[in-house]
């Protein structure tokens, strides 16, 4: 096996950097929250990513077996005599839209927000929940 040097020469560095820069900056960023769905015997369990948000800035709506979660991340104001040397961090409006099956319990779907993360749970109908069948 051949081991490679990947040592970057310095001199090369900043061009590299540049180069990289001037490509992301062309780059559309997008507010798009990572999310979870867990499906369990009784319910489904939905959680979203959405740090650095409060619960004021999120809607959940439920129609047509569709849940959508909308919200914006606001960005901050920031001073015009401050140089940037890194602008990461993702802000803008998002909309996520999830089909639910239809056996689910619409009017006890329930959301909590906690330390950035949203969880909706959605209960199973009781025709939806497993049962067992006695063999007469």
Do not use: C, W
Not at 1 to 6: G, K, Q, S
Not at 27 to 47: A, F, G, H, K
Not at 59 to 66: A, G, N, V
Request: glycine share 2%; aromatic share 6%; proline share 6%.
């Amino acid at each position: 096996m051949t081991l490679i040097n990947r040592r970057i020469n310095n001199e090369l560095m900043p061009s590299l950097n540049e180069v990289f820069e001037s490509f992301l900056s062309d780059v559309p960023s997008r507010m798009n929250p990572r999310m979870d769905l867990e499906e369990t015997s009784t319910q489904y369990n939905l959680r979203l990513e959405l740090p650095g948000m409060s619960k004021e800035n999120v809607q959940i709506s439920f129609e047509d077996s569709m849940l959508v979660v909308n919200g914006e991340k606001k960005e901050p104001v920031r001073q015009k005599e401050n140089r940037y040397h890194y602008s990461e961090i993702v802000y803008g409006k998002f909309s996520r839209a999830i089909k639910v099956p239809t056996n689910v319990e619409s009017d006890k779907i329930s959301a909590n927000f906690e330390n950035g993360i949203l969880t909706i749970t959605i209960p199973k109908s009781e025709q939806a929940k497993p049962r067992k069948i006695e063999i007469l």
